[in-house]
């Protein structure tokens, strides 16, 4: 069994709410500091206060999304987001001027407190007390739209399934089934649409007036700030989605006429995009949600006793809820538990294929979580989403040499890696228009319902429209954004998993050649945490930071190559 780690600043028992916060911060606020030493721990101590902060609201998200229908439980998410958080904010900021201003800061480690300072200073220059108020509005306006999906269910065979359950039918062989299921699954979501595009006008105009306040022209370019994207510009954004246009969308292209005359068919409907064209039934790799782990838990084993020993932690101390249920909010994540040093992976299994990816790329966050917990202070291990996505894309690869533990049958083993590699491919143009399609949002704050509609369809057919042939599913295109949870939730959290998938390529194909030292460049690369550049940590990993149209061809054939071997 795990337990939080011994506290030394605050008290072992003690609860958060503001009465009790505020003589701390008070005290990191008035706080003498005489010394380089004394000032480093002063910052282990407002580390501790922050983490302990930290894993509070882990477990308030936690238990609401894990219960979306529990008025008790939101109601707890949202005292801590609308009671504390805002009164947090002016002490963050006032104890970022005092390190600023310390006179001692010059003669810390700098190249052990670069990234942090640059960090501090980034957040001095982005606060606005204005923009308290409006934050807190968009914390709580956006989970209104996991109340909303969470709840989505549909009837199919007089029985109830939620969303995903239902998508499981998409894998049919029987094109009827699979049809029947999407229209059904499409005609529940579109019920939705007029209040999720209320929702998302909402928290538009909500984050353009942040960006006003901050003194940028639009949120896009105050949210490259905000994430700390200082080793690329939008400019780079806009050539990786052409990169990924020439090399990648080309390939898709030559996979979809083959999966077309392999199904023989005139054309692809959106429904027969994920069924095998092997004839074959859905892939099986595991029964249900407690088979899922244990299987999972066998694979890292496999990879190293390390990483399976890390599962069994979380098995053993209830930290996995993985199975689908109506009223549970979509997706899936990986919630890292700032004190205890250990995450939750929550995700809505459907005993698919889907879910297994799905549980070895949370586990690949989750080994990083478990990797970096000891790093002296919080904000260490706060790794922007380019390197976090690293850990989680490139275990979904590295793990693949073990999935024999899913699949019994050599023929299965096969196909499981070839979807893999298939969804590899598939994910570049997604996450280049799911991205290209937040530019347009945020530098045309202004525009209407039907604007928004028309830029979402240009990007989206610019980049091949998924393959399939939405001509009589007009409506059912155009409101294929609002599937995306980060366009509501974390916006401009999207691109990385681009340029992650990268890297993870990258880490991969290490792997393949030299599996020790590549598990090792690894690992070492995710113990770093973010005490280095996003470049630095890249070279750690024994690969480049680079998404180049050059680089993104090389790995895109690399990836072709490896589909080709398996038949």
């Known amino acids: ?72 439980l939101l109601q707890k998410f949202q005292y801590f987001a609308t009671e504390i958080e805002p009164k947090i904010a002016p002490y963050s900021n006032e104890l970022n001027k005092k390190l600023v201003a310390s006179a001692y800061t010059e003669q810390l480690d700098q190249e052990k407190y670069f990234i942090y300072l ?65 229209e059904t699954i499409t005609a529940r979501r579109l019920q939705d649409t007029d209040q999720l595009n209320s929702l998302f006008n909402q928290l538009r105009e909500l984050r353009h007036q942040v960006a006003l306040n901050a003194g940028f022209e639009n949120f896009r370019d105050y949210m490259f700030q905000a994430l700390g994207r200082f080793d690329y510009t939008p400019q780079d954004c806009y050539a990786f989605h052409e990169a990924i246009q020439h090399a990648i969308v080309p390939i898709l292209h030559q996979q979809a006429e083959k999966r077309k005359q392999a199904l023989g068919l005139d054309h692809l409907e959106p429904w027969d995009m994920d069924v095998d064209v092997s004839g074959k039934s859905a892939l099986k790799p595991f029964k249900d949600g407690s088979e899922l782990i244990e299987k999972s838990i066998r694979c890292f084993s496999n990879i190293g006793p390390y990483l399976g020993e890390r599962l069994q932690i979380m098995k053993e101390n209830g930290l996995f809820d993985v199975e689908s249920r109506k009223g549970k909010a979509p997706g899936g994540y990986n919630y890292p538990l700032a ?5 939750f992976i929550f995700m809505n299994s459907a005993n698919t294929f889907r879910d297994l990816t799905t549980m070895v790329h949370e586990g690949g966050h989750a080994v990083h ?66 991205d290209q399609f937040q530019h347009w949002i945020y530098t045309n704050p202004t525009h209407t319902n039907e604007e928004r509609t028309q830029a979402w369809l240009q990007i989206f057919e610019s980049f091949g429209a998924s393959f399939a042939n939405w001509s009589t599913h007009k409506e059912a295109e155009a409101n294929l954004w609002q599937k995306q949870l980060h366009i509501f939730e974390v916006p401009f959290y ?74």
């Open 1 to 72: 069994m795990i337990a939080k780690k011994p506290r030394k600043y605050i008290p072992e028992n003690f609860e958060i709410k503001w009465e009790s916060l505020e003589p701390l911060f008070t005290e990191l606020k008035d706080r003498q500091i005489n010394s380089v030493d004394a000032l480093e721990q002063w910052l282990r101590d407002r580390s501790e206060l922050e983490a302990a902060l930290e894993e509070d609201f882990a477990w308030r998200y936690i238990r609401m999304t894990c219960d979306t229908a529990s008025e008790e």
């Open 118 to 182: 640059r960090g501090v200073k980034k957040a001095l220059e982005l606060f606005q007390e204005e923009n308290i108020p409006i934050l807190t509005e968009i914390q709580v306006e956006q989970q209104k739209y996991q109340s909303i999906t969470g709840s989505m269910s549909v009837h199919l065979d007089d029985k109830e399934f939620t969303l995903e359950q239902a998508a499981v039918r998409l894998k049919d062989t029987d094109r009827s089934k699979r049809q029947q299921a999407w």
């Open 339 to 343: 004190e205890t040093g250990a995450p």
């Open 369 to 434: 979580t478990f990797l970096t917990a000891d790093l002296e202070l919080n904000d260490f291990k706060h790794c922007p989403s380019e390197v976090a996505e690293l850990a989680s894309m490139s275990m979904e690869l590295i793990s693949m040499d073990n999935w024999d533990v899913y699949f019994d049958n050599e023929e299965d083993l096969k196909r499981a890696k070839r979807d893999q590699l298939f969804d590899v491919l598939k994910t570049l143009p997604w996450v280049a228009v799911v």
């Open 494 to 567: 999207y691109i990385e998993y681009g340029m992650a998938q990268l890297g993870a390529i990258a880490v991969w194909k290490n792997y393949k050649e030299n599996p020790e030292k590549g598990l090792q460049q690894y690992i070492d690369a995710l113990k770093l945490g973010y005490t280095k550049t996003i470049k630095e940590i890249y070279e750690t990993a024994g690969i480049k930071f680079d998404f180049s149209a050059g680089y993104v061809k090389e790995l895109a054939e690399f990836v072709k190559n490896e589909i080709e071997k398996l038949g």
